[in-house]
C-alpha cells in the first residue's frame, strides 16, 4: 500500500485494534474507502480468539465455519489425503480473511489450520452488512473481491510452481511472495520479513524434502541472496532472487 492512501484512514480509527488496521491497510492497497466503509470496518472489535498450533480456526461444528479476520500468526489451507500425506493449499498471514461468508465457495470453506499460535476476531458483522446494503459499500465489496481474487492467483501460482519449477525457484518464489504479502500489512523493513514457518513447512508447502529444502535455502545464504536467521528473512537482491524464481511481475499484489 501507498503511504499517501494510509494516510487517507483516518487517525483513531486505523489504531483502535491491530486486526482492524491491518484489513484497512489490505483493503486500502486495492480501494480507497468512503468514511462509512472504514467505520464499519473499524467496528470489527470482538474479543480476538486464540488458536493453537495444529488446530483448526473455523471448525464446522455448526455446518459451516464462521467468517474471521487472522489477526497474528500463520495458518494455513491443508488438504489431507485418505493415506494421511499433506497438501498445502496456501499460507495464511495477518490480515487474511478465512471461513464461510455465506457464498459457499471452495476457498473460503477450505479449513484453515494454525501453523504458529493464532489470534482471530469475528467479520461476522461484516458481511452480514454487506449482504444487507452491499450499495452502501461498493468501495469495499470491490475491495473485497479483489482480496479473493487475489488469492486465487496465488494458487495458480503454487500449481505451476509445484508443477514445473526447481527447488530453488519454488523456494525463492515463495519467499518473494511472503516479502510481499507482508509489506502489505507493514511487516517488512529494509528487506527484513518475519517468516515462523520452519523448514519442514516449507517442504510441506512446496513439496520437497525437508533435505532438499535445507540444501536450497544453504545455497541462497552462500550466494548472498537470502539469509534466514532466528524467523527473520532477510532478502539482500530482489532483482536476481525474483528472476531466479521466475516471476514475471513480482510488483504484483499479493
Known sequence: MTDARMQRIPTGIATRAIGTELLLRRLYALKTLNPDEVEL??????KPRRHEPGTAICPKSD?????RLITSGWACRPRITADGRRQ??????PGDLIGDRGEARPLTTSPAVALTPVRTVSVAKLFDALAA????????????????????????????????????QRVAGSLLEFYQRSSFIGFTHEGTFPMPLTQEKLS?????????V???????????LVEIRCGIVAIHDFARLSLLADRADPSRPN
Open 88 to 93: 498445502m493449499l496456501g499460507i495464511l498471514l
Open 204 to 212: 510441506d508447502l512446496l513439496g520437497l524434502s525437508l533435505v532438499h
Open 41 to 46: 470496518v473499524a467496528s470489527l472489535d470482538s
Open 133 to 168: 446494503t452491499p450499495q452502501n459499500y461498493p468501495n469495499l465489496v470491490a475491495a473485497l473481491n479483489k482480496m479473493d481474487l487475489i488469492e486465487e492467483a496465488r494458487l495458480l501460482d503454487l500449481v505451476v510452481r509445484l508443477g514445473c519449477h526447481t527447488a530453488i
Open 214 to 224: 535445507n540444501r536450497v535455502i544453504s545455497q541462497l545464504r552462500r550466494e548472498k
Open 63 to 67: 455446518g459451516s465455519p464462521h467468517p
